[in-house]
């Protein structure tokens, strides 16, 4: 985790702190040479390859004659050969794949990078491919997005622009009018900072026969409603596990004469009320909800078990390898309240501190569990966490 004072050549020179202050959520970064010497993580074949897996989300944009057109994977040779494998000005497109830090730890690792933005706020890595001129067309995204140019160019144009009518029927978000404010050409190593709703437009610029490849650290911001929605059922949730908070049954020996027997009347409206107002949230409510809906996996994300393994051995190795996070596991805490995958445990011993290790760095070393007695609650824990999958021993994936 860089200290937030540190100039960071990533984020041009500035600290973590400079660029929160200045730049985050609100306005666009140009960043020359943010990893030197950074050309990608992956060919195109192994990026298809992966666009070919079951498990990967992946889409294959093209704007055939001015149409755009969007397929979802996963992908087969065919759908790839269907591809013109020259540049065609009237049949442009690109591959995107979706969450690659979830199958490439060195995608992970490159994520930790952006570590000066909490857990809670990112969303994936996504990787694109596109020979010359392909992309997504000119667009706005609700995410925060840093566009870190891995293998040939990308010719990036954005535009400060307040109207963002998108075309009508279109499969995908296209801007009806483009106006370019700005434009630059990103080469390997380059990165751009984009805050949401800024409308931008990526067209990939072969370089001596190298096809773009682009790399977008994506953050995703919850809609309101979605919060709102997703709170609610949690808290349905909760109700329904904890009976006590509205018991009893609607009671009437009051009831008077009423002249219009179809009528709510005032008095059942008061009623009511008074027993839905007693339903209330906490802070540690809203905490709560906030670990268990944003450290849930995607629904497309299956985590397979790893086989039983006794308690000794399982310390042994602990002890002895170290142990890190699943790639496909998300992990965030709120003081004592740690969350895994959606689940939630509370751990007050002092050996919490390597919870928040484990969440904050994604692994453990050998040498930090060696250290000290660890837990014997958390130990069975972390056991309980390796067997459904979400833990692996370090050296494995
Ligand atoms: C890309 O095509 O790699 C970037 C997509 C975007 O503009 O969000
Ligand atoms: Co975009």
């Known amino acids: 985790m860089p200290p937030k004072n540190k100039p960071l050549q990533l984020l041009s020179g500035l600290t973590p702190e400079q660029f929160l202050v200045e730049y985050w959520h609100k306005k666009p970064l140009l960043i020359k040479n943010a990893i030197p010497h950074f050309t990608g993580l992956l060919s195109p074949e192994e990026l298809a390859g992966l666009a070919c897996e079951d498990e990967v989300q992946s889409r294959i944009i093209e704007e055939i004659n001015r149409v755009w057109h969007i397929q979802h994977g996963p992908f087969d040779d065919e759908d790839f050969a269907a591809l013109p494998d020259q540049p065609n000005p009237n049949h442009r497109w690109t591959l995107l794949v979706q969450s690659v830090n979830h199958f490439l730890p060195e995608a992970s690792e490159l994520l930790q990078q952006f570590d000066f933005i909490p857990h809670a706020r990112l969303d994936d890595l996504m990787v694109s491919y596109a020979p010359d001129g392909g992309g997504v067309g000119p667009h706005f995204d609700s995410y925060d997005?840093?566009?870190?140019?891995?293998?040939?160019?990308?010719?990036w144009r954005i535009s400060e622009q307040t109207d963002l009518t998108l075309i009508e029927g279109a499969p995908l978000r296209i801007l009806k009018n483009f106006d370019i404010a700005e434009e630059w050409v990103l080469e390997a190593g380059d990165m751009l900072y984009l805050p949401p709703h800024l409308a931008h437009w990526g067209i990939a610029v072969s370089d001596h026969g190298v096809d773009c490849m682009t790399y977008s650290i994506g953050f995703r911001a919850p809609k309101h409603q979605e919060l709102a929605t997703e709170f609610l059922g949690f808290?349905?949730?909760?109700?329904?596990?904890?009976?006590?908070?509205?018991?009893?049954?609607?009671?009437?020996?009051?009831?008077?004469?009423?002249?219009?027997?179809?009528?709510?009347?005032?008095?059942?409206?008061?009623?009511?009320?008074?027993?839905?107002?007693?339903?209330?949230?906490?802070?540690?409510?809203?905490?709560a909800f906030l670990g268990t809906y944003l450290s849930e996996p995607k629904p497309h994300v299956v985590f397979n078990p790893n086989k039983k393994i006794s308690k000794k051995s399982f310390q042994d190795k602990l002890i002895q390898l170290g142990i890190h996070l699943h790639l496909q596991s998300q992990m965030l805490f709120s003081g004592n309240l740690f969350y895994l995958n959606g689940e939630r445990i509370v751990c007050e011993s002092p050996s919490a501190e390597l919870l928040k290790v484990l969440a904050d760095q994604r692994s453990v070393s050998a040498e930090a569990l060696s250290q000290g007695e660890l837990d014997k609650v958390l130990l069975e824990q972390l056991r309980d966490w390796y067997h459904a999958g979400y833990l692996q021993f370090s050296g494995q994936i």
């Open 235 to 287: 808290m349905q949730d909760k109700l329904n596990q904890d009976q006590l908070t509205i018991a009893g049954l609607y009671q009437d020996a009051d009831l008077g004469y009423q002249q219009h027997p179809a009528e709510i009347s005032a008095d059942m409206i008061a009623k009511v009320k008074a027993v839905l107002d007693q339903i209330k949230w906490s802070k540690e409510d809203v905490a």
């Open 145 to 155: 997005v840093f566009l870190l140019q891995g293998q040939g160019k990308r010719l």
